[in-house]
């Protein structure tokens, strides 16, 4: 006769059972999943294609989406005060248009009077650089040490200009794209409250519909804060850029806090940008090298204090941004849709956290702490 083992557990070679272990397995990663992720690593790469090879479509109408997400709490504000939403639409839109044409005005006219004066500021830009004519000589003569054949002369090269027309044509969307922005940002702010009650019916069950309110409540709170806190700190760059290019006498300081300010809107990217021109524009207009790197090391500590104090503490309380997710999320929407991909990085930053707040379970799996 078989004698079967004891169903409590597994025994010894006495016949004593064992001790059932508490020592917690790994969880394993089944076929299933590796088969959703990639599935879901497929889609993102096709979405990120398409977003790529339309963009002359979706660019304008995203930014649309987006832009209008932030401006649409100034139009419920007017609305409040008898004036029809499309007319707000139209006001607003407006409003901001003359904004944006203003500070193209400021930022062009100094970009005019200099590109007129390219030779000349040339010739300036070679006779302050001879300070770095003996560093450049022991360079060559360092790459000729070791074999690499140098360069004739050991003055300072100029820069080439053959990139300005290429960058302009990046930088510049076509009328069809401009047009189709604002026609759509118009028609999106007039129609916002009709958009989002047709999101909400959508669903059939009450608690879908209560989550989808919450979501569109939340995205609106947050783009809608994050513009206007944005502009409001943006402004105050601007601002102390044109009050340190006035107090350095660097030229066209009202100029140069315009872009400031616009280029500030581009996390990480436009600051940099702006430092090395308040720096290009400071060596060749002042009289030492000393004498021009003041207006942009006075910037840097600026933007310095911004961006480790003034928009940590007013946008981390309102939504925490990780550095590394804005300066990724930056990069990727830079190279997939240009300039305004980089406007609009935040923004969609902001929404991809705010719907991973709502749509991911709150029971998922946690990390032990350290």
Same mark, same amino acid.
């Given at each position: 006769?078989?004698?079967?083992?004891?169903?409590?557990?597994?025994?010894?070679?006495?016949? *004593?059972?064992?001790?059932?272990?508490?020592?917690?397995?790994?969880?394993?990663?089944?076929?299933?999943?590796?088969?959703?992720?990639?599935?879901?690593?497929?889609? /993102?790469?096709?979405? /990120?294609?398409?977003?790529?090879?339309?963009? /002359?479509?979706?660019?304008?109408?995203?930014?649309?989406?987006?832009?209008? *997400?932030?401006?649409?709490? /100034?139009?419920?504000?007017?609305?409040?005060?008898?004036?029809?939403?499309?007319?707000?639409?139209?006001?607003?839109v407006s409003a901001v248009g003359a904004g944006a044409a203003l500070m193209v005005g400021l930022i062009s006219a100094p970009l005019v009077e200099w590109s007129t004066r390219l030779p000349e500021l040339g010739a300036q830009l070679k006779d302050k650089m001879h300070v770095f004519d003996r560093p450049l000589a022991l360079w060559h003569e360092l790459q000729t040490m070791v074999g690499i054949p140098a360069g004739s002369g050991t003055g300072f090269p100029l820069p080439k200009f053959d990139w300005v027309e290429p960058a302009i044509g990046f930088l510049s969307p076509t009328f069809t794209e401009f047009l189709l922005f604002i026609a759509t940002l118009i028609l999106f702010i007039a129609s916002w409250r009709d958009l989002r009650r047709a999101l909400i019916m959508?669903?059939?069950?009450?608690?879908?519909?209560?989550?989808?309110?919450?979501?569109?409540?939340?995205?609106?709170?947050?783009?809608?804060?994050?513009?206007?806190?944005? *502009?409001?700190?943006?402004?105050?760059?601007?601002?102390? *850029?044109?009050?340190i290019c006035a107090i350095t006498s660097t030229p066209n300081p009202a100029g140069l806090g315009a872009l400031a300010a616009a280029l500030n809107f581009f996390p990480i990217i436009g600051p940099i940008a702006m430092f090395v021109i308040l720096a290009l524009v400071g060596v060749v207009t002042a009289s030492t090298l000393g004498a021009g790197l003041i207006a942009a090391l006075l910037f840097g500590g600026v933007t310095f204090l911004d961006g480790h104090f003034v928009t940590p503490t007013i946008i981390g309380r309102r939504l925490e941004l990780n550095a590394l997710a804005v300066f990724v999320a930056l990069a990727f929407w830079t190279w997939l849709w240009g300039p305004m991909g980089g406007f609009l990085s935040s923004p969609l930053l902001m929404v991809a956290l705010v719907l991973k707040e709502h749509l991911m379970p709150v029971d998922s799996p946690q990390l032990p702490p350290d």
């Amino acid at each position: 006769m078989r004698v079967l083992p004891d169903e409590r557990g597994p025994a010894d070679a006495s016949g *004593t059972p064992l001790p059932e272990s508490k020592v917690e397995q790994p969880p394993l990663i089944r076929r299933t999943e590796l088969v959703a992720f990639a599935l879901v690593f497929l889609l /993102a790469i096709c979405v /990120a294609v398409v977003l790529y090879v339309g963009k /002359a479509f979706f660019l304008p109408v995203v930014s649309a989406f987006v832009v209008g *997400t932030m401006l649409s709490p /100034a139009a419920s504000f007017l609305e409040r005060y008898r004036i029809p939403r499309a007319l707000s639409a139209v006001l607003i839109v407006s409003a901001v248009g003359a904004g944006a044409a203003l500070m193209v005005g400021l930022i062009s006219a100094p970009l005019v009077e200099w590109s007129t004066r390219l030779p000349e500021l040339g010739a300036q830009l070679k006779d302050k650089m001879h300070v770095f004519d003996r560093p450049l000589a022991l360079w060559h003569e360092l790459q000729t040490m070791v074999g690499i054949p140098a360069g004739s002369g050991t003055g300072f090269p100029l820069p080439k200009f053959d990139w300005v027309e290429p960058a302009i044509g990046f930088l510049s969307p076509t009328f069809t794209e401009f047009l189709l922005f604002i026609a759509t940002l118009i028609l999106f702010i007039a129609s916002w409250r009709d958009l989002r009650r047709a999101l909400i019916m959508t669903f059939a069950d009450h608690a879908a519909r209560l989550r989808m309110l919450r979501i569109l409540n939340e995205i609106e709170d947050h783009l809608g804060g994050y513009l206007l806190t944005v *502009t409001m700190i943006n402004m105050g760059v601007g601002v102390a *850029t044109g009050a340190i290019c006035a107090i350095t006498s660097t030229p066209n300081p009202a100029g140069l806090g315009a872009l400031a300010a616009a280029l500030n809107f581009f996390p990480i990217i436009g600051p940099i940008a702006m430092f090395v021109i308040l720096a290009l524009v400071g060596v060749v207009t002042a009289s030492t090298l000393g004498a021009g790197l003041i207006a942009a090391l006075l910037f840097g500590g600026v933007t310095f204090l911004d961006g480790h104090f003034v928009t940590p503490t007013i946008i981390g309380r309102r939504l925490e941004l990780n550095a590394l997710a804005v300066f990724v999320a930056l990069a990727f929407w830079t190279w997939l849709w240009g300039p305004m991909g980089g406007f609009l990085s935040s923004p969609l930053l902001m929404v991809a956290l705010v719907l991973k707040e709502h749509l991911m379970p709150v029971d998922s799996p946690q990390l032990p702490p350290d």
